[in-house]
């Protein structure tokens, strides 16, 4: 198993910027992919970005690409998410998770999120 613990969520103004670190201990050595989805009120959730611990390949969303950047932490096991220019719309639980490799369908293991509101 893994566990997969997130920090960094918190109220911020339109355009400020926040960092969102993830920190995952057990298995860890079986896990290859991490990846960062948020689920705003009322809707699905929805992929941000992922980063592949092997290759350092790293894919967003549209609507995140060029503010967004994910990236490994200077601590063993973590990634970061680095959040730029922040919307609205941003407005959401993110959480993160993991996976074995990056060809399974979904994702295994889930943090239990970290809230980020973006203010007018």
């Known amino acids: 198993q893994v566990q997969l613990v997130e920090s960094g969520g918190g109220l911020v103004q339109v355009g400020g910027s926040l960092r969102l670190s993830c920190v995952a201990s057990g298995r860890t050595f079986s896990t290859d992919v991490m990846g960062w989805f948020r689920q705003a009120p009322g809707k699905e959730r929805e992929f941000v970005a992922s980063i592949t611990w092997s290759t350092g390949i790293t894919y967003y969303a549209d609507s995140v690409k060029g503010r967004f950047t994910t990236s490994r932490g200077n601590g063993k096991n973590t990634v970061l998410l680095q959040m730029n220019s922040l919307k609205p719309e941003d407005t959401a639980l993110y959480y993160c998770?993991?996976?074995?490799?990056?060809?399974?369908?979904?994702?295994?293991?889930w943090g239990q999120g970290t809230l980020v509101t973006v203010s007018e």
């Open positions: 998770a993991a996976k074995i490799t990056p060809t399974e369908s979904q994702f295994r293991y």
